[in-house]
């Protein structure tokens, strides 16, 4: 396992998986572990977990850099994700004691009530792009609820691993609470099978997610799945035209496009199409991809070389069938596994930039012949993560929204992840919930609990 520079095509370094021998110790201590912190007060995971924010506001300049090192991420994005994954620590420190209080249910029973247990370990395979919120978004609820954490992360991201074990270490929390296990990703499936694990949350692909749902589901254990999207955003014409092109530029761009939110596809209707194409074209123009560590650079490499071949093949096959570059499509004679912001227009569906995520700063621009058009254009994907709506009505707005197939749905304005609102996905882009209320419920046994009326002696 080893860590590249996407930027200069050099090892940072290399990591020894670890053996059977040393996964099956892992997990037993955090089994163990897991029977001891379950009976502890919220109020004594909060303050931990208050430490743990306070921890990566103090690192969050070398974390940014160690993700810029590891996946390209430029500095300015890194420090913004470090902060957010602070900011979560503490909304779960703050709210986790309310969200999973004992609820009184009236029946016949001198008292009932609902209450909220913790599982046990739960193990999370995460992705690189977004190396440090996505398992923030796990772990700070996971572990407020009184559960234990297992990491097993992308294999370019070792190094991003070993320091969130490190920042929940530095913060106080026992050994065991949370523990990166440094794991191929083919030896996944005995540790998901593993009797301790009692529930497993992926962000990945739909293959990936697929895959452990099977494993998962054969055990009859819990799982969470955020996997890819192919986000549509519908401009109608009584648009503001000038927002719309500012937000699905800075949306498309997003950590370098390598985003399952990030806007995908863009559906507007034939009257503005013209116009918006045109101003998206020009703002593309102006974005500079470069060294991650330069603060000039808008966005930096894709994470690795065969992710960004990946992505100009996707392009090129789109072309072949018809789309029209209109920008960019030509990987740079340059070191580093770079891809240059680029425009697809006239797509349609059938073609790979319509059925396909593709995950770099390639935009696709779809023309719709009205409202109706736009929701059939943007419900035809295999997708459901996200979607955005611009028009001047907001009663309209509200109409398209819950006629779309997606987890959410912001109207003028960017689809982003907050830790106030539920996030998650239908149809391909997976199942379950993570933040808000819903995120932290969804590893705890929802217990009934009842007491008979005794007649008295």
């Known amino acids: ?54 921890v990566l506001r103090q690192r969050q300049t070398e974390l940014a850099a160690l993700m810029a090192s590891e996946m390209g991420k430029v500095l300015k994005d890194g420090v913004a994700e470090i902060g957010k994954c602070a900011d979560c620590c503490d909304f779960y420190a ?21 209450a909220c247990d913790p599982l046990g370990v739960v193990l999370a395979v995460m992705p690189w792009n977004f190396p440090f919120w996505q398992v923030f978004r796990f772990a700070a609820p996971a572990l407020m609820a009184g559960n234990v954490g297992l990491l097993k992360h992308a294999s370019n991201a070792c190094g991003c691993a070993l320091a969130i074990q490190d920042v929940f270490m530095q913060a106080g929390f026992p050994a065991g609470a949370f523990t990166t296990l440094l794991v191929e990703g083919t030896r996944v499936e005995p540790i998901i099978r593993h009797r301790l694990v009692r529930a497993v949350t992926l962000t990945g692909s739909t293959p990936a997610g697929k895959s452990v749902a099977g494993i998962a589901g054969s055990e009859l254990k819990k799982s969470v799945l955020e996997l890819g999207g192919s986000d549509a955003y519908i401009v109608l014409q009584d648009a503001d035209l000038g927002l719309a092109v500012q937000t699905c530029v800075k949306s498309r761009l997003i950590n370098g496009g390598q985003s399952c939110i990030a806007a995908k596809r863009f559906i507007v209707v034939r009257s ?22 330069d603060p000039e650079s808008d966005i930096g490499p894709m994470a690795r070389a065969d992710l960004r071949d990946q992505i100009h093949d996707q392009v090129c096959r789109s072309v072949a069938q018809g789309a ?7 990987v740079p004679d340059q070191p580093g596994s770079y891809y240059p912001p680029t425009v697809l227009g006239g797509v349609r569906p059938g073609m790979v930039a319509f059925e396909e995520e593709i995950f770099g700063p390639v935009a696709s621009i779809i023309e719709a012949d009205d409202e109706a058009d736009a929701i059939a254009l943007a419900n035809q994907s295999e997708f459901g993560l996200g979607s955005a709506v611009f028009t001047s009505d907001k009663s309209k707005a509200d109409r398209i929204a819950r006629q779309i197939d997606a987890g959410s749905v912001f109207v003028n304005a960017l689809v982003k992840s907050d830790v106030r609102l539920p996030f998650g996905g239908v149809k391909h882009s997976g199942y379950g919930r993570e933040l808000s209320w819903f995120g932290i419920q969804e ?4 217990k009934t609990v009842y007491h008979a009326n005794v007649p008295r002696q």
């Open 1 to 54: 396992m080893q860590s590249v520079n996407p930027h200069s095509q050099q090892q940072i370094a290399t990591y020894a998986p670890y053996d059977d021998a040393k996964i099956e110790q892992l997990i037993s201590a955090a089994d163990s572990t897991f029977h001891d912190w379950r009976t502890t007060s919220f109020a004594a995971r909060a303050a931990l977990m208050r430490v743990a924010a306070n």
């Open 94 to 114: 703050d709210n986790a004691e309310k969200f999973l209080a004992n609820q009184p249910i009236a029946t016949d029973a001198a008292d009932s009530y609902i």
């Open 272 to 293: 503005v199409q013209e116009e918006f194409t045109r101003r998206y074209v020009e703002q593309f123009r102006n974005v500079r991809f470069g060294d991650p560590t």
């Open 324 to 330: 029209q570059l209109l920008i960019g499509g030509a």
């Open 443 to 446: 590893f705890v046994n929802i």
